[in-house]
């Protein structure tokens, strides 16, 4: 079935840049998503891009997106302390409706 | 203002009792969605509908049950019959076409007692 996988933890200092990593197995994901999720709180939409889309960027954000392998980064430029949360990368099926999520990058920023 | 609001935030439920969480949308948004979130994990699909008066189960429907009679609401009844359903549950929606976007509620926070 549909899978997507995150490494679970990334550790940077302030001011430096993160990258986190993201792979998909389903090849019909239409639409592929970056949320942040702060302690005890829904999923805020960072930024997404579409399937015939190579690069987006968005202030610091920079997501890029490898089809051939599947391959899903998001960079975060400037890196800050508040920054640190939970980075979850989802796929969204445009055959089947599915949107499905990672298990979740916790990135850790030390000062 | 446009948003998609869960409630209640936080439900305590005595086991054995059904419970009924609430997801309302005014985006119109066709689809929307409902997922489990344990604590450390990642966000498990339980059930989504593309339409009014259609959904399809995701990977953990067992003890669930939802409806989706209005294309704003989306209603996700814990049953009896899910064994731990202690968990953060998270609603969300999205629109059609290019460009399309998902959007959360905040999630409501369901304790068995």
């Known amino acids: 079935g549909e899978d997507v996988e995150q490494s679970l933890f990334l550790s940077v200092r302030e001011g430096d840049s993160s990258v986190i990593n993201c792979t998909y197995t389903d090849s019909s994901s239409t639409y592929l998503y970056w949320y942040k999720q702060e302690p005890g709180a829904g999923l805020q939409l960072l930024t997404y891009i579409f399937s015939n889309m190579d690069m987006k960027q968005d202030q610091r954000l920079t997501v890029l997106l490898n089809k051939k392998d599947k391959h899903l980064s998001l960079r975060i430029a400037d890196t800050q302390t508040g920054d640190s949360a939970i980075y979850f990368c989802a796929a969204g099926s445009g055959n089947t409706g599915k949107l499905i999520f990672g298990q979740g990058t916790t990135l850790q920023v030390k000062p | 203002d446009g948003g998609i609001t869960q409630s209640p935030k936080y439900l305590f439920r005595k086991e054995g009792q059904n419970v009924t969480l609430s997801c309302e949308q005014n985006?119109?948004?066709?689809?929307m969605y409902w997922y489990r979130q344990d604590p450390g994990q990642g966000l498990r699909l339980i059930y989504y509908?593309?339409?009014?008066?259609?959904?399809q189960k995701g990977d953990i429907a067992e003890g669930y049950s939802v409806s989706r009679e209005k294309k704003e609401s989306f209603p996700l009844t814990v049953t009896s019959a899910q064994k731990n359903p202690t968990a953060f549950y998270l609603c969300a929606s999205m629109g059609r076409g290019k460009n399309t976007e998902a959007f959360f509620g905040q999630g409501t926070r369901l304790t068995v007692v």
């Open positions: 985006l119109n948004h066709d689809a």
């Open positions: 509908s593309q339409i009014v008066n259609d959904f």
